[in-house]
């Protein structure tokens, strides 16, 4: 994980937490139909400072602070809430709080994470300016029942995720965003992400086209990398 950011030579701070528990950091909305997570707050865990020479985005007007989680290597997402079904997950909006020195949050520890079976959209249309970045993340495990994935301007349910390298779709799944998946690879990655979607023999099977292509990055010189595509049938 941590080669990604050795190019930098900002020195940024290092936040290491010993213990969290998954309650502590979701932020939610609850409505009539259920509860939907908008965010993940991460400026209630206790931390303790130290100095480290990696970063992203790092710059004199924007500096990043990094929260190195030593106990949580699965964030289990819960199924329920105050008795209420969690229904939709967008962690990248802006209700997420990671924001300790004015800058973007870097997350490491968390591997993987595991959505339940209430979930029925993950990520969301609405623009948003982000502030955490789940870098460490190499395993996502969606389930059966889920519906949608969407993104919106600056809004991508998988950003940051660049140790990503395969993800499964169930075939459950009606739509996804062509930009569902923007932010699994960045400049130095040299593969792109594998998406295997259950249920389906073609993008003709979704209730809605995606384009035939997932982005997952482009350049400031025209470069574009897509996700390879395999349909697993029905």
């Known amino acids: 994980v941590l080669k990604y950011y050795e190019n930098s030579t900002k020195q940024i701070t290092l936040w290491e937490v010993e213990t969290v528990s998954d309650e ?6 609850e409505t009539e139909e259920g509860i939907e997570i908008v ?3 991460f400026t209630k865990l206790e931390c303790e400072k130290t100095e480290t020479g990696f970063g992203i985005y790092a710059s004199e007007e924007h500096p990043v602070s990094a929260i190195k989680i030593e106990n949580m290597k699965t964030l289990k997402i819960p ?10 997950v967008n962690f990248f909006s802006n209700r997420s709080i ?4 004015g800058a973007w949050v870097t997350v ?9 079976e209430t979930v029925k959209i993950i990520g969301s249309e609405e623009y948003a300016e982000p502030s955490i970045n789940l870098s460490s993340v ?15 301007e600056c809004t991508y349910p998988f950003v940051g995720m660049t140790e990503l390298e395969e993800i499964t779709i169930p075939s ?3 739509k996804i965003s062509s930009m569902g998946f923007y932010g699994t690879r960045h400049q130095e990655k040299d593969s792109n992400l594998i998406v295997n979607i259950k249920g389906k023999d073609s993008e003709a099977d979704f209730e809605e086209s995606y384009g035939g292509k997932f982005l997952l990055y482009s350049d400031d010189s025209g470069n574009a990398f897509y996700a390879t595509v395999n349909y697993l049938g029905k």
């Open 24 to 29: 502590e950091i979701f932020v939610y909305d």
């Open 79 to 88: 199924a329920t809430i105050n008795g209420k079904n969690v229904i939709s």
């Open 39 to 41: 965010g993940l707050d």
């Open 172 to 174: 459950s799944v009606k």
């Open 138 to 152: 190499k395993k996502i495990q969606l389930p059966e029942g889920l519906e949608e994935i969407r993104s919106g």
């Open 108 to 116: 490491i520890g968390i591997e993987e994470i595991v959505y339940p």
């Open 98 to 101: 990671g924001n300790y020195l």
